[in-house]
């Protein structure tokens, strides 16, 4: 098992920066995909983008690259999520999901709202 815990929403306006993290226990990561998901109001579930931990491949949904970065720190097992110039319609709740060939885990989310 692996356990994933989400921190770092909040409330921010429009063209802000926010920085989420996702702290990772339980199994060792090195053969884990960790990726990074939202859900807006609403709406379905959506890949945002994700990093191999063996490596630090990433790759992100076109509608955030050039403004989202995800990246990790191995010492303290937690992925992060950089959000820049954000928009209203990133708003969303962003989960964190770890895996090998399928996301097995996940965590319970931090909600974002961007106002406008």
């Known amino acids: 098992q692996v356990q994933l815990v989400e921190s770092g929403g909040g409330l921010v306006q429009a063209g802000d920066s926010l920085r989420l993290s996702c702290a990772a226990s339980?199994?060792?990561?090195?053969?884990?995909?960790m990726g990074w998901f939202r859900q807006a109001p609403g709406k379905g579930r959506e890949f945002v983008g994700q990093?191999?931990?063996?490596?630090?491949?990433?790759r992100y949904v076109d509608s955030v690259k050039g403004r989202f970065t995800i990246s990790k720190d191995n010492a303290e097992n937690t992925v992060y999520l950089q959000m820049n110039s954000l928009r209203p319609e990133d708003t969303a709740v962003y989960y964190c999901a770890a895996g090998t060939t399928t996301y097995d885990f996940w965590g319970k989310g931090t909600p974002v709202t961007v106002s406008s």
């Open positions: 339980g199994r060792t990561l090195s053969r884990y995909i």
């Open positions: 990093i191999a931990w063996s490596d630090s491949k990433t």
